[in-house]
């Protein structure tokens, strides 16, 4: 059986109001064509299709547009899960007629009806026989975590106690992932074709763990902080291969080739620019040894477009920019972000104005970022511990926000006058919100 596997296109998303209608409709175009190339008889999205619950019409036309062209090729199957992003309401709008173009959609557990046995349907090969069973587990909210907990464990065991949160997402992803494994099992039968698994969340122990970052990225942030999803491997079923989203960029979680993320086909910040973006391409014989019988291919996906960040002092960035000026070998469309130092009495965007005026068309300015602003959050935060930090009064975390954002010290008179500006507003409107 041979697959492809991706997550996490956001589509909609306009990074820094970027246009990216040219960029999705040319990946659309090339992974159509890889489905084709490979032989792969399944698609998997494994969630975070769109940017919003409510996309912008364009991106449902790509989406929609893109799923009715696979209808003639040799992707017999494609599988759709919510990711924490989607709108499941959105995504099973038109499920019953892309059923009937064997597009299977799971938006989420409680449109499901919590129901494992809605999680589970047999995949076809180009001949019509079935070839896999999946486990279409989408992204599962914390309230339905809870209610699963609450319904399948808590009143087995005859505990009435709340289950604290540090504990809800190792014990209840584990559960419903091995409900739906049972079903998956019954609907296979004796048959000996693989089971495949999705899922949309935030797993531990994941190879190449880049740190998580504070920074405006032009995207909505997407938590994989905290508790949410944040489960050991061990939740996982032993599946012949676990499909995963919402990590941007291609892992293995816990050094198992069989548990992946495929990562986002899109840059999605500058601060991942330069790095490569896949999809996973993948074919299961079980007729092999249990070494041999998953491989996996990362396949890189196109630049349509490219993205740059550009960082150092005002003249230092002037410099980068006038090399940009004379470089002739760039034809494709190009995004920088100026990522300063802030000097004082230097306005950075009337400084670099005029270099910026000679850049050739293809090349632009997207984005403009204080380099040394997150140090001030960073230094104020290594201070404390986090309960420490959640005791602040408000008057502290506000006054050191309004810092973090614009990079001026507490001490320096451009940070005292806007401290004395913009503070009064933010203690206005906490007092406010807690009815004060």
Known sequence: MKFIHTADLHLGNQMHDIDRREEVAA????LREQIIQKNAETLIIAGDIFDSANPPVEARRFYYAFLASLSVTCCKN???IGGNHDSALMLESSKELLELLNIRVAGSVSSLGNSPEKMCFELFDQKGDSCAIAMAVPFVREIELRNYYNKNLKNKENDDSELPDSALYSIAYKKIYEDVFEEA??????RNIPIIATGHLYAQDLEGKEPQKNEDNGMKAIDVRGTLGNVPSSVFPDADYVALGHIHYSTMVAKNPAIRYSGSPFVMGFDEAEKAHYILFGEIDLSLQPSEKLRIEKIETPRTF???RICGTLS?????????QEN?????KLFLEVSYIRQAALNAQEYLDETIQKLPKNISVASWRVLDSEKFFNEFSEGFDSSEIQNLDDDTVFRQLILSKTGYSAESE???SLVEKFLPLFLQVANEESGE
């Open 27 to 30: 990946f659309f175009d090339w």
């Open 78 to 80: 494609v599988i759709v």
């Open 185 to 190: 099992k019954k609907l296979r039968g004796d």
């Open 306 to 308: 490219l993205y740059r």
């Open 316 to 324: 230092e960035i002037k410099e980068q920019l006038e090399k940009y």
């Open 328 to 332: 002739t070998e760039v034809n494709k």
């Open 414 to 416: 451009e940070g005292k």
